[in-house]
């Protein structure tokens, strides 16, 4: 019988740093900790959090401060694969959940690599068009960085515009998806270097709610690009995010639970709102134009790793 999942419960209303102890502290979290050779600590969530970002760090981490297509894929045998792959279900990293509201005042729909952010758009109108009630906006988030040269094939193969950046990709994927032709309004600033600059195009497609294409300057333009978080915080100030609102995040199984934290530490921390964080359904064939790439067992550790580091950012909050 396949292990029950792990319920991602971290962010209940007015207590966005709950549930975090009941996912790191999950049997398969353990499990994974004891089949690399750890131990695992004595001590409060705190330590709990500290061990588990330095143990992923010597073991998990295959990035090594590269963009996730660069990371390496570790050599693994076959019973460690398993155990990878089996916790990785378990810890809700694999299969799409649905939305569980009806209705929200936002969606959120966060960019990517190139094939994710065909994928995530259609999936954000599949849902609109399903009968999720939006009673905002929809708000598509990118970035100015540049697209590979794989991501440039990926979508000249299956007959997509070769653009140039992400949030160029986002775009396009609005203006075919949503049947729109040119934005209703935008603005922007572009300070001749992609760190500084910023765009904003909202669109109207008949019988949906407004969609915002939004790129943000980084907040750190002389280290690095804007990154995920600093479009959300971007896009929160010019949606003039309130109490109570309710957001839905759309991204990839694989990145619910490391975006959802950071959505909670990023949105829901400063500005009260509450937040839902869903992955695009694989086996939706509206989706097929840009099928999801094969998740490999170091995909899967360097995301855990990943949702480790978010949870802590996240206590760290308190």
Do not use: N
Not at 153 to 179: K, M, N, Y
Not at 180 to 187: L, M
Not at 207 to 215: E, N
Not at 267 to 293: F, H, K, S
């Amino acid at each position: 019988m396949p292990e029950l999942p792990v319920p991602l419960t971290i962010g209940a209303p007015g207590e966005p740093t709950a549930g975090i102890a009941g996912w790191v502290c999950a049997d398969p979290i353990r499990r994974l900790v004891a089949g690399f050779g750890g131990s695992w600590p004595d001590g409060d969530l705190t330590e709990v959090l500290r061990f588990l970002d330095e143990f992923s760090a010597r073991h998990w981490d295959f990035r090594g401060g590269r963009e996730r297509p660069d990371a390496r894929e570790p050599d693994l045998d076959p019973a460690t694969t398993e155990l990878v792959l089996t916790s990785a279900s378990a810890l809700g990293l694999v299969r799409p959940v649905a939305p569980a509201k009806p209705a929200y005042a936002h969606l959120v729909v966060l960019g990517g690599l190139a094939h994710a952010c065909v994928r995530r758009v259609g999936y954000a109108t599949h849902l609109l068009r399903a009968g999720l009630r939006v009673t905002g906006e929809v708000a598509v988030l990118g970035s100015f960085r540049p697209l590979t040269e794989w991501e440039r094939r990926t979508l000249a193969d299956a007959g997509l515009p070769a653009d140039e950046t992400e949030v160029d990709v986002l775009d396009s994927a609005v203006r075919r998806i949503f049947q729109v032709t040119a934005p209703a309004q935008q603005d922007g600033l572009d300070a001749g270097h992609p760190h500084h600059s910023w765009s904003s195009r909202t669109y109207r497609p008949a019988g949906l709610p407004s969609v915002r294409v939004l790129a943000a300057p980084s907040s750190e333009p002389d280290r690095r690009r804007a990154h995920t978080a600093d479009t959300q915080r971007f896009w929160a100030g010019h949606v003039q995010l309130a109490p109570g609102d309710d957001v839905l995040m759309v991204t990839a199984p694989i990145y619910v639970p490391f975006q959802h934290c950071d959505a909670l530490r990023t949105l829901a921390v400063p500005y009260g709102c509450d937040i839902d964080t869903v992955g695009v359904d694989p086996a939706l064939a509206d989706l097929a134009v840009l099928p999801e790439q094969t998740l490999t067992p170091g995909r899967y550790l360097q995301e855990i790793r990943s949702a480790i580091r978010s949870m802590r950012a996240l206590h760290d909050e308190r």
